[in-house]
């Protein structure tokens, strides 16, 4: 019976800390522009997971805006070529999207599921899950075999503090070299091309 209340704890954890719980001991990468990016090991993985932080001088509605127009979206998703809502349900939305990659990577398609949470203190979190078989793979591209990560929004008075943070299994062969510049590159160029757009009047 211990030993059952002890596996159920620990499911209960995972709940709780997943899905930031394979990232332990950050180390920052990157502090430009007001945008931090700090990478980390993931245990079975040779990709690390990154992570962003910034402060939007926007109220937060207009930012869960900007992420949840899923096609307008991939205008400031770095590398992002094309994207588009599969299903949407409740605080729950599918979507599939293809990036652009490096010469000589093949380009990346992948799909995820996200899950949308409001919390009491008026903060939101997005969470990001990769679900590679929803839909059959296209030609030409490889499918991205797992990602798991979330959006963070915390309201600061007028503005927005944004939390990014993925780790993602790319599939396929990609390079060391292409790999490392592409953990910083993604998280910066997105929170820099979102700040932009959220910054607007």
Same mark, same amino acid.
């Given at each position: 019976?211990?030993?059952?209340?002890?596996?159920?704890?620990?499911?209960?954890?995972?709940?709780?800390?997943?899905?930031?719980?394979?990232? #332990?001991?950050?180390?920052?990468?990157?502090d430009e522009e007001g945008i931090k990016v700090?990478?980390?090991?993931?245990?079975?993985?040779?990709?690390?997971?990154?992570?962003?932080?910034?402060?939007?001088?926007?109220?937060?509605?207009?930012?869960?805006?900007?992420?949840?127009?899923?096609?307008?979206?991939?205008?400031?998703?770095?590398?992002?070529?094309?994207?588009?809502?599969?299903?949407?349900?409740?605080?729950?939305?599918?979507?599939?999207?293809?990036?652009?990659?490096?010469?000589?990577?093949?380009?990346?398609?992948?799909?995820?599921?996200?899950?949308?949470?409001?919390?009491?203190?008026?903060?939101?979190?997005?969470?990001?899950?990769?679900?590679?078989?929803?839909?059959?793979? #296209?030609?030409?591209?490889?499918?991205?075999?797992?990602?798991?990560?979330?959006?963070?929004?915390?309201?600061?008075?007028?503005?927005?503090?944004?939390?990014?943070?993925?780790?993602?299994?790319?599939?396929?062969?990609?390079?060391?070299?292409?790999?490392?510049?592409?953990?910083?590159?993604?998280?910066?160029?997105?929170?820099?091309?979102?700040?932009?757009?959220?910054?607007?009047?």
């Amino acid at each position: 019976m211990r030993s059952f209340k002890r596996i159920a704890l620990l499911c209960g954890l995972g709940v709780v800390l997943s899905p930031a719980a394979w990232a #332990e001991n950050w180390q920052v990468a990157k502090d430009e522009e007001g945008i931090k990016v700090s990478l980390s090991e993931v245990a079975g993985s040779k990709y690390k997971a990154y992570q962003g932080v910034t402060l939007i001088k926007a109220p937060l509605a207009k930012v869960q805006a900007l992420q949840e127009d899923v096609v307008g979206a991939c205008a400031w998703i770095h590398e992002c070529k094309t994207q588009k809502v599969l299903k949407q349900e409740g605080g729950q939305v599918w979507t599939y999207t293809q990036f652009n990659t490096p010469w000589p990577v093949t380009p990346r398609d992948s799909v995820l599921q996200v899950t949308t949470v409001k919390e009491a203190d008026g903060s939101l979190t997005r969470k990001l899950v990769g679900v590679p078989d929803y839909v059959k793979e #296209e030609k030409g591209f490889v499918r991205v075999a797992k990602v798991e990560g979330f959006w963070k929004l915390v309201p600061k008075g007028d503005s927005t503090e944004v939390t990014y943070q993925v780790h993602t299994e790319p599939g396929g062969s990609v390079p060391a070299m292409v790999a490392n510049k592409f953990v910083v590159d993604a998280p910066f160029n997105t929170l820099k091309g979102l700040r932009e757009r959220a910054e607007k009047n």
